[in-house]
């Protein structure tokens, strides 16, 4: 079926392509600003200045306090505004002191630093060799002029040696001067780790800047064994320091967000120009805490990004398109209609999630085909569900489904076989999809999708696909070329999707021709020729059962709006392939958004723009289903606020 394909490899479209949404490859990053950066220390010194400022403002938060633990960060995409104006980088001339005013994001966004709120503040920097180390010994050299007891790191025999003068000079305490990979008794490492240990004594503020975007793979084995205490202290919020990532968390894999090694989780990550893969696809992402975009003032790439997270105000205005409030003209087929086939005597619990999920989304009428029984539970609890096939708009199939039933699975092989094409057809979204149903392939339909390819049809980009990790693996399994050589299979399972979920989510849209959400904390959505898209899911509290069947219900509500909508457009253009497929990925994003936010106001989770949460407590998959209405209102708001 073709090779696999690649991450990088994607065309360049009129996508949106706002640096601080959007992540390119580190080769194409690095070219971009080759040109800009050469000869000059001027966008050196500017992120040590902005590192510097975050550094503050996370040691005015508490870091600095020894023995406590700091306030739990968010898990958050925040574009950090510029210290100048657009297109012009910072250009210091003189270090951070106690009334230099504080440019940035956040509390300390315009204030003045007092040296009573950080004079001894402990602050420890893990340095390794080129830019990412030179920019975290300028910052701490900027801390300690600022009042700061600050100590360095060095896990390189050749750090920057500007950047080193200078952070000595301003009072900073060097430890290690290189390390031999080959020799586990060395006494350079020993006094690294005591120093490490000394620090964690009383706690503070770490900035990571052992690697940047020019490494690969795993830290090397001394590298890690510096982190490893730092690790072993707990996770963030809940152990006595927070992390600065300068530019990502040194480890992650810059591209692709794969964890190879050991990683030291940041609370935040400063990182320069644009986002970075590892910042948007898990498990990487999950590493990253709040991540602040901060522009120098650098050339982004050309090319077209490899993945965007799109902002919850720009998933508001997507929602808001796709469900828009009804006017005096409107009824339920401009609202749209979901036509919903879920739920077995097996699984009949899972007709009414995802029922209640579509009528809460603002579905203007619900089609159930399913047995008997099952539709008497569904009226129980929704009663204006239409038990009877029909006109819709778009179709929900695979809820609760038992592919063991026969009957059941034979019900929505057919319907599902009606919305799929000839394999010789488009792969690629060019042709006719824009008459066709979109449909949300969901669960026990997913089995019954990969018996239906083997018979020589095809998905088309209308289709989503919405397979966990372990359902992802078996897709995988079932869809690989038979033909390929045992060594060149990638051998997928569980543990595979979980480690490399760009890649899985990426073959399996080649493999079928359809858009694929791949659910997880971090949920990614591939899509032919479009960057990988990658949401944050909500809190920990909505992994429990059903919870899948409300956001399926809700996908069929926002799709079959954005179809309604699309019935009504009467300009050509506004109707064509390239436009419907935006329009069905934006609005797969916002549909999972607002799953999110729901299960956030369901388990009273606290929610930053675009986090995960924390804390709460547990709930149920109907109260997810119950809070759509806040979330929406959330979303609403988000997206009347001006965003980056």
Same mark, same amino acid.
């Given at each position: 079926?073709?090779?696999?394909?690649?991450? %990088?490899?994607?065309?360049?479209?009129?996508?949106?392509?706002?640096?601080?949404?959007?992540?390119?490859?580190?080769?194409?990053?690095?070219?971009?600003?080759?040109?800009?950066?050469?000869? +000059?220390?001027?966008?050196?010194?500017?992120?040590?200045?902005?590192?510097?400022?975050?550094?503050?403002?996370?040691?005015?938060?508490?870091?600095?306090?020894?023995?406590?633990?700091?306030?739990?960060?968010?898990?958050?995409?925040?574009?950090?505004?510029?210290?100048?104006?657009?297109?012009?980088?910072?250009?210091?001339?003189?270090?951070?002191?106690?009334?230099?005013?504080?440019?940035?994001?956040?509390?300390?966004?315009?204030?003045?630093?007092?040296?009573?709120?950080?004079?001894?503040?402990?602050?420890?920097?893990?340095?390794? @060799?080129?830019? %990412? @180390?030179?920019?975290?010994?300028?910052?701490?050299?900027?801390?300690?002029?600022?009042?700061?007891?600050?100590?360095?790191?060095?896990?390189?025999?050749?750090?920057?040696?500007?950047?080193?003068?200078?952070?000595?000079?301003? #009072?900073?305490?060097?430890?290690?001067? @290189?390390?031999?990979?080959?020799?586990?008794?060395?006494?350079?490492?020993?006094?690294?780790?005591?120093?490490?240990?000394?620090?964690?004594?009383?706690? @503070?503020?770490?900035?990571?800047?052992?690697?940047?975007?020019?490494?690969?793979?795993?830290?090397?084995?001394?590298?890690?064994?510096?982190?490893?205490?730092?690790?072993?202290?707990?996770?963030?919020?809940?152990?006595?320091?927070?992390?600065?990532?300068?530019?990502?968390?040194?480890?992650?894999?810059?591209?692709?967000?794969?964890? %190879?090694?050991?990683?030291?989780?940041?609370?935040?990550?400063?990182?320069?120009?644009?986002?970075?893969?590892?910042?948007?696809?898990?498990?990487?992402?999950?590493?990253?805490?709040?991540?602040?975009?901060?522009?120098?003032?650098?050339?982004?790439?050309?090319?077209?990004?490899?993945?965007?997270?799109?902002?919850?105000?720009?998933?508001?205005?997507?929602?808001?398109?796709?469900?828009?409030?009804?006017?005096?003209?409107?009824?339920?087929? +401009?609202?749209?209609?979901?036509?919903?086939?879920?739920?077995?005597?097996?699984?009949?619990?899972?007709?009414?999630?995802?029922?209640?999920?579509?009528?809460?989304?603002?579905?203007?009428?619900?089609?159930?085909?399913?047995?008997?029984?099952?539709?008497?539970?569904?009226?129980?609890?929704?009663?204006?569900?239409?038990?009877?096939?029909?006109?819709?708009?778009?179709?929900?199939?695979?809820?609760?489904?038992?592919?063991?039933?026969?009957?059941?699975?034979?019900?929505?092989?057919?319907?599902?076989?009606?919305?799929?094409?000839?394999?010789?057809?488009?792969?690629?979204?060019? +042709?006719?999809?824009?008459?066709?149903?979109?449909?949300?392939?969901?669960?026990?339909?997913?089995?019954?999708?990969?018996?239906?390819?083997?018979?020589?049809?095809?998905?088309?980009?209308?289709?989503?696909?919405?397979?966990?990790?372990?359902?992802?693996?078996?897709?995988?399994?079932?869809?690989?070329?038979?033909? +390929?050589?045992?060594?060149?299979?990638?051998?997928? %399972?569980?543990?595979?999707?979980?480690?490399?979920?760009?890649?899985?989510?990426?073959?399996?849209?080649?493999?079928?021709?359809?858009?694929?959400?791949?659910?997880?904390?971090?949920?990614?959505?591939?899509?032919?020729?479009?960057?990988?898209?990658?949401?944050?899911?909500?809190?920990?509290?909505?992994?429990?059962?059903?919870?899948?069947?409300?956001?399926?219900?809700?996908?069929?509500?926002?799709?079959? #709006?954005?179809?309604?909508?699309?019935?009504?457009?009467?300009?050509?253009?506004?109707?064509?392939?390239?436009?419907?497929?935006?329009?069905?990925?934006?609005?797969?994003?916002?549909?999972?958004?607002?799953?999110?936010?729901?299960?956030?106001?369901?388990?009273?989770?606290?929610?930053?723009?675009?986090?995960?949460?924390?804390?709460?407590?547990?709930?149920?998959?109907?109260?997810?289903?119950?809070?759509?209405?806040?979330?929406?209102?959330?979303?609403?708001?988000?997206?009347?606020?001006?965003?980056?």
């Amino acid at each position: 079926m073709g090779r696999v394909s690649d991450l %990088n490899d994607l065309p360049r479209s009129h996508d949106v392509t706002d640096p601080t949404t959007c992540a390119w490859p580190a080769r194409a990053i690095a070219s971009a600003e080759a040109p800009v950066t050469a000869g +000059t220390d001027r966008y050196m010194r500017a992120a040590a200045h902005a590192v510097a400022r975050a550094a503050l403002r996370e040691l005015r938060q508490g870091a600095g306090t020894a023995g406590t633990a700091a306030v739990p960060a968010r898990s958050v995409l925040a574009p950090a505004s510029s210290t100048s104006p657009a297109g012009t980088a910072p250009t210091p001339s003189s270090p951070l002191s106690p009334t230099t005013p504080l440019g940035g994001t956040g509390g300390g966004a315009g204030a003045c630093a007092s040296p009573g709120w950080i004079s001894g503040a402990p602050v420890l920097l893990l340095v390794g @060799g080129g830019h %990412n @180390g030179a920019d975290t010994l300028l910052a701490g050299g900027l801390l300690a002029r600022s009042g700061c007891a600050v100590s360095a790191v060095l896990a390189t025999e050749h750090p920057h040696p500007v950047a080193l003068e200078k952070a000595r000079s301003h #009072g900073v305490t060097i430890h290690g001067a @290189g390390y031999r990979s080959d020799d586990g008794t060395d006494q350079v490492l020993a006094e690294a780790v005591a120093a490490i240990e000394a620090f964690l004594v009383r706690g @503070g503020l770490v900035l990571d800047g052992l690697t940047g975007i020019g490494a690969t793979g795993a830290l090397r084995p001394d590298t890690a064994a510096l982190i490893a205490p730092l690790i072993a202290a707990g996770q963030p919020g809940h152990r006595p320091l927070r992390v600065i990532a300068v530019d990502l968390p040194s480890g992650t894999g810059v591209d692709d967000g794969t964890v %190879n090694g050991p990683v030291l989780a940041a609370d935040l990550t400063v990182t320069f120009t644009c986002l970075k893969g590892c910042q948007c696809l898990p498990p990487a992402r999950h590493l990253c805490g709040v991540v602040e975009v901060v522009p120098l003032g650098l050339p982004t790439p050309t090319s077209r990004p490899l993945a965007r997270h799109p902002a919850d105000g720009a998933l508001g205005d997507y929602l808001r398109r796709a469900l828009r409030e009804p006017g005096p003209d409107d009824h339920k087929y +401009t609202r749209g209609v979901v036509g919903l086939w879920a739920g077995s005597e097996t699984y009949p619990g899972a007709a009414v999630l995802a029922a209640s999920g579509a009528v809460r989304a603002g579905a203007g009428m619900v089609r159930l085909t399913a047995p008997r029984r099952v539709e008497d539970l569904v009226l129980a609890a929704r009663p204006e569900v239409v038990p009877a096939a029909g006109r819709a708009q778009a179709l929900v199939l695979g809820p609760g489904i038992d592919p063991a039933d026969t009957t059941r699975a034979d019900e929505v092989r057919a319907i599902l076989s009606s919305t799929l094409t000839p394999s010789g057809g488009d792969r690629q979204g060019h +042709t006719r999809i824009s008459t066709r149903i979109p449909t949300v392939v969901d669960a026990g339909a997913l089995s019954i999708l990969t018996e239906l390819l083997a018979d020589e049809l095809s998905c088309t980009p209308l289709h989503v696909l919405t397979p966990h990790a372990g359902e992802a693996a078996a897709l995988l399994i079932a869809l690989e070329d038979k033909g +390929t050589a045992a060594q060149e299979t990638h051998r997928w %399972n569980r543990e595979r999707v979980e480690a490399h979920p760009g890649l899985a989510a990426r073959e399996i849209c080649r493999l079928t021709g359809a858009t694929v959400l791949l659910k997880g904390a971090t949920t990614l959505i591939a899509a032919p020729q479009r960057p990988l898209v990658s949401v944050d899911s909500g809190p920990g509290w909505m992994a429990s059962a059903g919870s899948g069947d409300v956001l399926a219900g809700i996908l069929g509500a926002v799709l079959a #709006g954005a179809a309604a909508r699309w019935e009504q457009e009467t300009a050509p253009a506004a109707s064509g392939p390239a436009s419907v497929m935006d329009a069905l990925v934006e609005s797969v994003a916002a549909g999972v958004r607002l799953h999110a936010l729901a299960g956030a106001y369901a388990a009273a989770s606290p929610q930053g723009a675009g986090g995960t949460g924390a804390g709460g407590h547990p709930i149920a998959a109907l109260d997810i289903a119950a809070a759509l209405g806040p979330a929406r209102l959330e979303l609403n708001r988000l997206q009347a606020v001006p965003h980056p």
